[in-house]
């Protein structure tokens, strides 16, 4: 089974710090998704990646940025964290070049900044 | 924004009944996805259903869509407690998925 893993379940973090939420997939995927979401909004994608270096913007980027160094690992940072920053964040995976593009999710990350 | 929509946002029923989900969706898609979600989890993907078909079924789920009126229902039949959750609609955009904002079903025993 396909496995996505997001390095911390809670998290809280302080106005203005950087924060770094990691994601990580084990099934040789070539796209990676970050989204957030909030109550009564849905899921919103902030950034995605098709392959190692590559990124792009999604919906709402404003105050986030993305890493991927190696394909099976794709970061979001919060550069300065702010309080409308607080919500839960999910990563997902999926293979590319195919025509039905099922997405993976790992199990998400609450982050609070106070 | 071309974020779908769900209809209705919340469905409280009793075991045993059906429920019926609603979306609608802006753009033409390749096909239309249906997720579950559990409370504070991640999302897990039910089923697919091609913009060339109309009907799907999967177990006691009943998927299907009108590209025409761009929309997609997710019937769950004979429900139990455990099918509460959420549930998310998701359609196709390229390599993209724009996500419904969800319906909250309770399933009370």
């Known amino acids: 089974d396909v496995k996505v893993t997001q390095s911390s379940r809670y998290l809280v973090k302080r106005t203005g710090e950087k924060v770094f939420l990691e994601c990580v997939q084990d099934m040789d995927h070539e796209n990676m998704f970050w989204y957030r979401q909030d109550p009564g909004l849905g899921l919103r994608l902030i950034y995605f990646?098709?392959?190692?270096?590559?990124?792009e913007k999604g919906d709402i980027p404003e105050g986030y940025s993305v890493s991927r160094e190696k394909k099976e690992r794709f970061s979001l940072i919060l550069e300065s964290a702010s309080t409308n920053q607080t919500s839960m964040y999910l990563c997902a995976s999926s293979l590319s070049g195919v025509q039905y593009n099922e997405q993976f999710f790992g199990p998400g990350t609450r982050l609070t900044v106070l | 924004s071309q974020q779908g929509e769900e209809d209705p946002q919340a469905l409280s029923i009793q075991e045993g009944e059906n429920a019926t989900m609603n979306c609608s969706y802006k753009?033409?898609?390749?096909?239309l996805q249906w997720y579950r979600q559990n409370s504070g989890r991640g999302l897990v993907h039910l089923i697919l259903?091609?913009?060339?078909?109309r009907e799907k079924h999967s177990g006691r789920l009943r998927v299907t869509l009108d590209t025409s009126k761009k929309s997609s229902s997710l019937l769950i039949t004979a429900s139990r407690a455990a099918d509460t959750a959420s549930y998310f609609c998701a359609s196709d955009n390229t390599d993209k998925l724009i996500f419904g904002t969800g319906t909250r079903l309770q399933v009370f025993p």
């Open positions: 990646s098709y392959d190692v270096k590559m990124k």
């Open positions: 259903i091609r913009s060339n078909e």
């Open positions: 753009t033409s898609i390749n096909n």
